[in-house]
């Protein structure tokens, strides 16, 4: 199905609407995160299927603390749970699980079931899943930029040693391409401090879906309206 079409080799996806969708069935927020977590299993495998090799999912910001407790505490509860429920599904579908962000910020328990399912899963060869979480795109850089100046400290790096590569190496992303594409759900038109140094030229889909009802069918239209782009990373258009 997906033979014709140009995947994406590395999927961004800004997961956002879980509290609207709740709001609209008049259930709590936490209802609404809990029905998103049905999406991310269903994306995660329609990713995979796709050919996709790296799938960077934004499902915490750093900015997401400032919410009530009682909703960071659920989210932390629900990512817990679904790491101990889909580890063995993961494993199963060769999906290699890894994460980005400040995890020394989450609850022990949490490190502990993202550890062991990184260990369990390290060997995989499938689709890559990168969990973006306590992740704020500013921060990456604050931490990037605070070990080059330890190196330069050290006398490890000079000033003219100070390059792109400098700095993308010492990013959480390190390993990984930069996104071919950023899927936003809910409307809203904002990066909300989502991987700013690597989305200098990742295609954007928006949709107004909101996430617990983004599911393969709409996946798909993405990756069909990326497949006809063309990307030009400053170049002319060619003749
Ligand atoms: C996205 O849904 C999930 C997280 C940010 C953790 P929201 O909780 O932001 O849902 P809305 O934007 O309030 O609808
Ligand atoms: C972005 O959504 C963060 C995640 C999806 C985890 P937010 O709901 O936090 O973004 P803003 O506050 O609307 O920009
Ligand atoms: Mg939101």
Same mark, same amino acid.
């Given at each position: 199905?997906?033979? *014709? ?9 800004? $997961? ?14 936490? %209802? ?6 049905? *999406? ?22 750093? /900015? ?7 909703? !960071? ?6 990512? !817990? ?7 063995? %599904? ?7 699980? +890894? ?15 993202? /550890? /062991? ?7 995989? !060869? ?32 000079? &000033?003219?040693?100070?390059? +792109? ?23 809203? $038109?904002?990066? *909300? ?5 690597? $989305?200098?030229? !990742? /295609?954007?889909?928006?949709?107004? $879906?909101?996430? &617990? ?10 990756? +069909? ?15």
């Amino acid at each position: 199905m997906s033979g *014709s079409l140009n995947i994406p080799r590395h999927v961004a996806i800004i $997961m956002d609407g879980n509290g609207r969708w709740a709001r609209e069935r008049g259930l709590s927020r936490i %209802e609404g995160h809990r029905a998103g977590a049905e *999406s991310v299993r269903a994306i995660v495998r329609a990713a995979g299927e796709a050919g996709v090799e790296f799938l960077t999912l934004y499902a915490f910001s750093l /900015e997401n603390w400032v919410r009530p407790r009682a909703e !960071t505490s659920a989210l932390m509860r629900l990512l !817990t749970h679904y790491l101990r429920r889909e580890v063995a %599904e993961l494993d199963k579908n060769n999906v290699r699980l +890894e994460a980005i962000g400040r995890l020394d910020d989450l609850p022990k328990v949490a490190q502990r079931e993202l /550890e /062991e399912a990184r260990r369990a899963t390290a060997k995989n !060869t499938g689709l890559t899943l990168i969990l973006a979480l306590s992740y704020g795109g500013r921060a990456e850089i604050v931490d990037a930029v605070r070990g080059i100046v330890a190196d330069a400290h050290a006398g490890r790096l000079k &000033p003219e040693q100070v390059d +792109e590569k400098a700095i993308s190496s010492r990013l959480y992303t390190a390993r990984y391409p930069d996104p071919d594409l950023l899927i936003r759900t809910s409307g809203e $038109m904002r990066l *909300s401090n989502f991987l700013l140094w690597q $989305m200098s030229y !990742t /295609e954007m889909w928006i949709t107004p $879906m909101l996430w &617990p009802d983004f599911r393969k069918p709409e996946f798909m239209r993405a990756i +069909e309206d990326y497949s006809k782009r063309q990307r030009r990373f400053g170049g002319v258009e060619p003749a």
